[in-house]
């Protein structure tokens, strides 16, 4: 039985005063026992705050980090490393996610290098994998995301794949307003699943969750989550206000 999770990532935005807010607000509303795990990911200029506020109430919101660098230290200008997101009790890591890859040009190589890091450091990434609307309207959407799990998880073996969640995000749909139809998440989803299988066996693709990301609100999380094979959501715009982000959170209830 895979658990829920409804990931928030606050993206760029939220000063420090503003993510104290949000996150306070969140713990009243989403204080009592959950049936699905709730993470958010703040900037990393309030995780600090963040992290204070979830610890002191005692909540089991999770905290997450929108990116990290490989490295444990060094000489990597604006660059933050997975022991430093451990030291402020950090546990999910969204790693290649289609801005970082598209905006900053992260290759499949550099988010393979990230999930090796994150993972050797005993925390759980996030992995990001989706199309381009060009790919899906070439027919190439189902190929862009084999070739991404291919690449991105050539380093895991079967002990870690489950410590990861996948978060399919159609490309044309983060941010857009435009969601993708629960049947397409849900064939993307499944040929997911399907590839985890074959790669790692039938109890591995049982057990691991796949989110999916892309202008997720209180309004469609239903019919989302109503899919065989979509064990939760990545939020982005849905998640910076306490009452749409809570409601996605409470959506079966
Ligand atoms: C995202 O960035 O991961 C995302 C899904 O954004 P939005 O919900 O705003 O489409």
Request: one cysteine or more.
């Amino acid at each position: 039985m895979r658990t829920p999770l409804i990931a928030g990532n606050w993206k760029m935005h939220k000063d420090n005063a503003e993510a104290v807010e949000l996150i306070e607000e969140l713990v009243s509303l989403l204080g009592k026992p959950l049936e699905v795990e709730v993470a958010v990911c703040p900037p990393f200029t309030s995780l600090p705050d963040v992290s204070g506020v979830l610890e002191k109430s005692r909540t089991s919101i999770r905290l997450g980090a929108q990116n990290v660098y490989p490295a444990a230290e060094g000489a990597f200008t604006g660059e933050i490393s997975p022991l430093m997101l451990k030291a402020l009790k950090v546990h999910y890591v969204i790693v290649g996610h289609s801005e970082r890859r598209e905006i900053f040009g992260e290759s499949d190589e550099m988010v393979s290098d990230k999930l090796r890091a994150v993972l050797d450091n005993r925390l759980f990434p996030i992995l990001c994998v989706g199309e381009t609307l060009q790919e899906r309207e070439g027919g190439e959407a189902e190929s862009k995301v084999r070739r991404q799990l291919s690449d991105d998880l050539k380093s895991l073996d079967k002990e870690e794949i489950t410590n990861l969640v996948i978060a399919y995000e159609p490309i044309w749909a983060i941010g857009t307003g435009k969601t993708a139809t629960p049947r397409d998440a849900q064939d993307m989803t499944s040929l997911i699943r399907e590839k985890i299988a074959g790669d790692y066996g039938d109890e591995s693709a049982d057990e691991i969750r796949i989110l999916y990301g892309g202008s997720v609100k209180p309004d469609n999380i239903v019919e989302l989550m109503a899919m065989h094979d979509i064990d939760g959501a990545l939020v982005g715009g849905g998640s910076l206000d306490a009452i749409s982000f809570s409601r996605i959170a409470l959506y079966g209830t």
